[in-house]
């Protein structure tokens, strides 16, 4: 089953499983963002639009999903907000934006449960300008970590929902033009971490 069929299947029922626990992570996440005023922000994967409560007036957002199910849900949030928020479908591994058109790139819960990590970390790095941020929550493996029943389940889960063998000491060594402002626990005992990273001028 593809990504898409399975978050359309999943879209009716995603934010009574997934909003309460991730609420304050989220929250917590996006504080990170500061002032954001005359900034471009894409929000990839944005799913059933959880974090636009959550987001500081004055940029203009963009959102992107793969499916349709779960747009037509973040589209009813967007307009019960007063912040300007274009969605559009779109493939976290294959974005259709011109390179270094955002200020800042929002990856929730996006990087562990695409099929390609590596592309969908590429294309976040192509779409940021030089001197971008990018705010990252998801749930990594740490380099060298074994954690035998995450990988042992990962290739039944991942086709349900999402990955649980994502390493972002991986992701990251492909990128050497980034630099990590911070990488802290967020949830779970450290499995989700909040992570900053800036793109350095070439």
């Known amino acids: 089953m593809s990504l898409k069929h399975t978050y359309t299947l999943w879209a009716p029922i995603y934010d009574l499983i997934v909003d309460r626990a991730t609420r304050g992570p989220r929250r917590r996440s996006l504080e990170r963002l500061g002032d954001v005023r005359g900034q471009e922000i894409l929000l990839p994967g944005i799913g059933s639009g959880l974090d636009l409560p959550f987001l500081p007036p004055g940029a203009r ?10 747009l037509t849900r973040a589209h009813r949030v967007a307009g019960s907000l007063d912040i300007p928020v274009e969605l559009q479908v779109g493939d976290a591994m294959a974005m259709p934006y011109d390179t270094g058109r955002f200020d800042t790139i929002i990856l929730h819960l996006i990087l562990a449960v695409v099929p390609e990590p590596r592309r969908a970390f590429a294309e976040t790095v192509r779409v940021l300008r030089p001197g ?3 705010l990252i929550l998801d749930k990594f493996l740490r380099s060298g970590q074994r954690a035998p029943l995450r990988r042992l389940v990962n290739p039944v889960i991942s086709r349900l929902a999402t990955r649980t063998d994502v390493v972002f000491e991986e992701l990251l060594g492909q990128h050497d033009h980034l630099r990590v402002i911070e990488d802290t626990p967020a949830l ?12 350095l001028e070439v």
Do not use: N, Q, S
């Open 61 to 70: 957002y963009h959102g992107m999903d793969l499916t349709p199910a779960m």
């Open 188 to 199: 779970a005992g450290g499995w989700f971490r909040h992570i900053v990273l800036e793109k």
């Open 132 to 134: 971008g941020r990018i």
